[in-house]
């Protein structure tokens, strides 16, 4: 075919049409040219405001009936054709209502502020928190919806900014990947302990959480419990173990039962927090004297790797509601409990 200049090339921007035309200049520069594009026929080219300029070749309009070039007609069941006489024309049909160019892409990247490196195949992966979906890579987009811990999700490609691209609801969202690991993830927490412990868990919930506990228990019950810990926790578990007022005598046993176990906690990833004895009211068969000399007992013999949480202190300055003297009401368990997570997560 003489003067063709490309056959069935990708159009991306003007820059490349001019330069595929300008290429060409020295050998035919005085030939006219006709633009074929894969579109719908269309009868006026020139009124016409939906033109596809997805796909195309240009070829010399020799090649084609000049009636064809002029009018915009079909070539043929697949093509329709645009004349122009030069790459000066260019300009004139590429005009502002053509298709997103790359050029436009490129700087629509440049708007979002992050690019998605697409994976060949989507990778299982679970949520190790509650996380946001969100409809663009960072807290500044609207919010989709919030996965529980351990969510599975199926992500398809990661940005440039820490996010990771997920399926979600037959279209593609975006989780922080700080909150997403490959790995089904470890219990978060484990609370272990006696009464206290248990009417916790009944005025806080259980959620995520691991409760080992039972009304009335001290040394012997913890000691024949305590392998359980191992078993439900994983890497990154951290346990919070509130044992000792049935049987405050027994702070050393406690103590060195713990420290043994820390070399095995320690190789799974799991941090260990003990939390104080905590006060109770006047007249009944426990005193704070001795909660205070079983807590300083276990904080001075302790292995090193274990926090201290002293929530004794805690409810001493801040107050708390009993009925009995030892138990406390929903609200003081509340208030606990937040006291042990903020304390936790500000040592992380």
Not at 26 to 53: C, K, M
Not at 151 to 160: H, I, R
């Amino acid at each position: 075919m003489i003067g063709t200049v490309a056959a069935a090339f990708a159009i991306g921007s003007k820059t490349d049409l001019v330069g595929l035309v300008q290429a060409e200049e020295a050998v035919i520069q005085e030939e006219n040219f006709v633009l074929l594009r894969a579109t719908p026929l269309l009868n006026d080219y020139e009124e016409s405001e939906d033109v596809d300029y997805t796909e195309g070749m240009l070829v010399s309009d020799d090649s084609i009936d000049d009636d064809l070039a002029l009018n915009g007609s079909s070539v043929d069941d697949s093509f329709q054709s645009i004349g122009f006489v030069s790459a000066l024309d260019i300009d004139d049909i590429l005009t502002s209502t053509e298709a997103v160019t790359i050029e436009e892409q490129a700087s629509s990247a440049v708007e979002l502020g992050y690019t998605v490196t697409a994976y060949s195949n989507a990778v299982m992966m679970y949520t190790t928190g509650r996380v946001n979906v969100r409809d663009g890579a960072g807290t500044d987009y609207e919010r989709l919806a919030t996965l529980s811990w351990s969510t599975p999700v199926s992500v398809t490609g990661e940005t440039d900014n820490g996010w990771y691209q997920i399926d979600y609801d037959d279209s593609s969202a975006y989780v922080s990947a700080e909150y997403v690991q490959e790995s089904v993830p470890a219990t978060p927490y484990i609370f272990v302990g006696d009464s206290r412990t248990v009417q916790m868990e009944a005025a806080v919930g259980t959620g995520n959480n691991v409760w080992i506990s039972k009304v009335g228990q001290g040394y012997s019950w913890f000691k024949k419990q305590i392998d359980l810990i191992s078993q439900n926790a994983g890497n990154g578990t951290k346990v919070i173990i509130n044992m000792g007022v049935n049987d405050l005598a027994n702070a050393s046993k406690y103590a060195k039962l713990i420290n043994s176990y820390m070399d095995i906690w320690t190789e799974q990833g799991i941090t260990v927090y003990y939390a104080a004895v905590t006060p109770v009211n006047d007249g009944i068969n426990v005193t704070n004297a001795q909660i205070e000399t079983f807590n300083a007992t276990m904080q001075s013999s302790l292995d090193s790797r274990i926090t201290w949480i002293d929530g004794y202190s805690y409810l001493k300055n801040v107050g708390f509601s009993s009925s009995d003297g030892l138990h406390y009401n929903n609200s003081t368990y509340k208030t606990l409990y937040n006291f042990y997570m903020s304390t936790i997560e500000g040592s992380i």
